[in-house]
């Protein structure tokens, strides 16, 4: 399978400079190893040596990087490349694999009291329960289970293995031992979201647990019961969100990092790999919590000396004021 250039540009917009239309592209390949017939992107000036030693049939690049992409060979100039580059992945992809039209695999269960819409796709193993509703263009792939009452919106990739609407987990303790909370809310997932394999979203307590239209999930993320997730929002692998936690719109959040229940993030905060979040965050901006890794002995002196901030501090202010006075 192969496009042309001018197919592509078509498509996508941006200036085709140093050669011709008619070029076939029969890949999408990394700078550093794609060779004739091949289509790949430069969104970093600092790989633009790669660019100049690149055997790519044509390289996707920024205004700024025009010249030497020129002298190189043919390029496609665009605002964003990496955008570019990402919009040219899902035009390759309607093209070798094109969408169907739909429809539920026979091995599924679909609750009859169920709504799936009629372009929606629901993959093989996966379980719709009674009241959930599927919506147009969503496409549920393998072993993908669906709980009572939980709405997924339009255009939603869900991979395989997610659970969404699990009981949320919620126990009152008496008498040494826990009393189950029923969890009598449900899931709502907006529009356009892509959840990861295997991730896990708890249904509410009592009100629903809410993700906002755009949210992008990756793989073995736990999103627990009440959470709610602003517009446009991304976790990586491993996150865990706790319950009644809320985080807003724009927000990204690293992989293994933990945000605690009851706590919320503002807009536009960043929270780095492997934080944990142990209050609120009213301001956006990037935050980071970790003990940097070390060999052991030294971590382990430097673990001491951390628990003794505090009396150091004070024994600083004391030396200070003693200076001072004397």
């Known amino acids: 399978m192969s496009l042309l250039l001018r197919h592509i540009v078509d498509a996508l917009g941006g200036s085709l400079e140093g050669g011709t239309g008619d070029t076939p592209i029969s890949r999408i390949a990394p700078l550093e190893v794609a060779g004739p017939g091949d289509l790949s992107f430069l969104s970093n000036p600092r790989y633009q040596q790669q660019l100049a030693a690149s055997r790519a049939a044509c390289v996707i ?28 992945t899902q ?18 269960v679909v609750d009859a009291s169920a709504r799936v819409h009629p372009s ?37 990739i869900v991979h395989a293995g997610v659970v969404i609407g699990a009981d949320g987990f919620g126990f009152a303790p008496e008498k040494g031992q826990w009393v189950k909370i029923e969890q ?33 999930l990756d793989n073995l993320i736990q999103i ?20 009644s936690a809320t985080i807003g719109a724009h927000c990204t959040v690293g992989g293994g990092a933990i945000v ?33 890794i070390d060999d052991n002995a030294r971590w382990e002196k430097n673990a001491a000396t951390l628990k003794q901030l505090h009396s150091l501090r004070d024994r600083i202010k004391a030396l200070e004021q003693a200076l001072k006075a004397a």
């Open 224 to 243: 627990g019961h009440n959470v709610r997730i602003g517009k446009h929002s991304a976790m990586a692998g491993c996150v865990g969100v706790a319950g």
């Open 120 to 156: 929606a796709t629901i993959g093989p193993l996966c379980v719709v329960e009674r009241g959930a509703h599927i919506g147009a263009g969503t496409v549920l792939k393998s072993r993908v289970t669906v709980g009572e009452d939980c709405r997924i919106g339009e255009r939603c």
């Open 184 to 216: 009598l809310g449900a899931v709502r997932i907006g529009d356009d979201v892509e959840i990861g394999a295997n991730t896990c979203i708890d249904r509410g307590a009592l009100d629903d647990t809410v993700i906002g239209d755009g949210v992008k």
């Open 61 to 88: 690049v920024a205004p700024a990087m025009r010249e030497a992409a020129v002298a190189r060979g043919a390029c496609i100039v665009a605002d964003n490349p990496y955008v570019y580059f990402a919009r040219a």
């Open 260 to 292: 605690l229940g009851h706590l919320t993030l503002a807009d536009n905060v960043h929270i780095s790999a492997a934080t944990v979040v142990t209050r609120s965050l009213t301001q956006p901006g990037q935050y980071t919590g970790m003990f940097p």
């Open 91 to 108: 035009l390759w992809r309607q093209h070798t694999a094109p969408a169907g039209p739909g429809g539920v695999h026979a091995s599924a």
